[in-house]
Nanobody, 123 residues
Framework: VQLQAYGGGVVEAGGSLRLSCAVS????????MGWFRQAPGKEREFVAG????????AYRNSVKGRFTISRDDAKKTGYLQMSNVKVEDTAVYYC?????????????????WGQGTQVTVSS
């Protein structure tokens, strides 16, 4: 499985951005997808996850109500819609997958990673 994350950029605080993660190589519908982020000098942290059926999602508390994770299995693409972004959302965002039905926030559980896309929120 290969993943390619894209859609990052510079956005003003309070604005919106949509990240995409294109998946190739296997049947995407068998995979859980997670989004993680890593700010300079910090650990990579879980942002959001969606299970293989799309019926269950999970978010870190600081993005609840602002970010929405979704997936389109026909397009083999996952999305992270970011709204009302804050300066503290600035980071490199990574998508990750694992062949499973259950979503988890554990970074080490995911075994396929994309290359990351930079999101910078200006004040």
């Amino acid at each position: 499985v290969q993943l390619q994350a894209y859609g990052g950029g510079v956005v003003e605080a309070g604005g919106s951005l949509r990240l995409s993660c294109a998946v190739s190589g296997r049947t995407f519908s068998d995979y859980v997808m997670g989004w993680f982020r890593q700010a300079p000098g910090k650990e990579r942290e879980f942002v959001a996850g969606i299970n293989s059926s799309g019926g269950s999602t999970a978010y870190r508390n600081s993005v609840k109500g602002r970010f929405t994770i979704s997936r389109d299995d026909a397009k083999k693409t996952g999305y992270l819609q970011m709204s009302n972004v804050k300066v503290e959302d600035t980071a490199v965002y990574y998508c990750a997958t694992r062949r499973s039905a259950i979503v988890t926030s554990a970074r080490d559980w995911y075994d396929n990673w994309g290359q990351g896309t930079q999101v910078t929120v200006s004040s």
